[in-house]
């Protein structure tokens, strides 16, 4: 089974970009889609972003393009940024493996964005 | 994008009742429709696929149906490890989509 696990800093000053891992094991990155989706608090689940191991990426238009994923296959890990940071974006951020139906889930992150 | 709209948002039912939640699109998405049990401190779980597909290992009161735009996840006798909220989730186009969630508490 696929576990994935997120890491990254729990606070992040306004306009400053955050980056966080999701490190994959039980699995490659091969073949397959990896997912992010975050979670502000009190709020329901907002879709991010994927990318397919190959590279290919698509993301959510509400980040007007401050959001970007990439591949690390050496490491078995894939990362998202996300630029400009603001209250908004305060959220527990999430990876999964799948496009579509999102079958393993990390636990989450709490990332907040505060001066 | 595609709206999901979940109903009701707080379903207040007991142990051993049945739970009849829907969701519904702003446009058909097929059966690219899975559902999510989520609790409080833990990753979602998935539970339903395709709209109607269970999950290995999810226990068979749970049942998903609908196609196009109505859905509905059904669980049909509330055990005490059920009570959380679910979200529907829509994966016919991008940006995916989930609904609002409902709540499932304890009466």
């Known amino acids: 089974q696929v576990q994935l696990q997120e890491s990254g800093p729990g606070l992040v000053k306004p306009s400053e970009t955050l980056s966080l891992t999701c490190a994959v094991s039980?699995?490659?990155?091969?073949?397959?889609?990896w997912t992010w989706i975050r979670q502000p608090p009190g709020k329901g689940l907002e879709w991010v972003g994927y990318i397919y191991y190959t590279g290919t990426a698509d993301y959510n238009p509400s980040l007007n393009g401050r959001v970007s994923i990439s591949l690390d296959m050496s490491r078995n890990e894939f990362s998202l940024h996300v630029t400009s940071m603001a209250a908004a974006d305060t959220a527990v951020y999430y990876c999964?493996?799948?496009?579509?139906?999102?079958?393993?889930w990390g636990q989450g992150i709490l990332v907040t964005v505060s001066s | 994008e595609i709206v999901l709209t979940q109903s009701p948002g707080t379903l207040s039912l007991s142990p051993g009742e049945r739970a009849t939640l829907s969701c519904r699109a702003s446009q058909s998405v097929d059966n690219s429709v899975a559902w999510y049990q989520h609790k409080p401190g833990q990753a979602p779980r998935l539970l339903i696929s395709?709209?109607?597909s269970r999950i290995t290992d999810i226990p068979d009161r749970f049942s998903g149906s609908g196609s196009g735009t109505d859905f509905t996840l059904t669980i049909s006798r509330l055990e005490p490890e059920d009570f959380a909220v679910y979200y529907c989730q829509q994966y016919r186009n991008t940006p995916r989509t989930f609904g609002q969630g409902t709540k499932v508490e304890i009466k």
């Open positions: 395709g709209a109607s």
């Open positions: 999964a493996i799948g496009s579509g139906r999102l079958q393993f």
């Open positions: 039980g699995g490659s990155l091969s073949g397959n889609h």
